[in-house]
């Protein structure tokens, strides 16, 4: 995607095309923390990219399964993010959707100095490949703003972020 975005002219990444100077009151990034190299890097340029009360709304499939597509087919990425037991290949049945945001929001968000606003879960649907015509996954689109978790780093939270929903 990056080449055929660079071969129209069009800047791919926020740094070149000059949007880490300006301050905005909202930013999306729908779907693309699983697909590149440096996704904390991206964190950290989503965060210099908002006002101070500004938001991030942020999409991530769960489980979170990053690889990089290239001209060679798809790579894992040269980061990988501390989300444990969500990037398994094949997935692993016993990693929730749950556990993987609270991973997500704990080990990732937090620490980057986000503070996790509102969350839903809504499908996302993804074309296929030679194995289905089309993939029907979750999504947790997260409303991000900037602050500090409400639990300390050296504290543990006693209540997930996210819990399963009853049966």
Known sequence: LCVRIHSRGVPADIRTAG????RFDVVSCLNVLDRI???TQLLRDLKASIKPDGRVVLAVVMPFHPAVMGPGGSRPPKERLPIPGCCEVPP?????WEECVNALAERVLWP??????ALSRVPYMSHGDNRSQLYTLDDAVLVLR???PSVGEDKKSTQPFCQPCPE
């Open 92 to 96: 692993n049945p016993n990693n929730s």
């Open 112 to 117: 980057q100095g986000f503070e996790v606003e």
């Open 19 to 22: 949007l880490c100077d300006r």
């Open 37 to 39: 190299d440096y996704p």
């Open 146 to 148: 900037l602050g500090k």
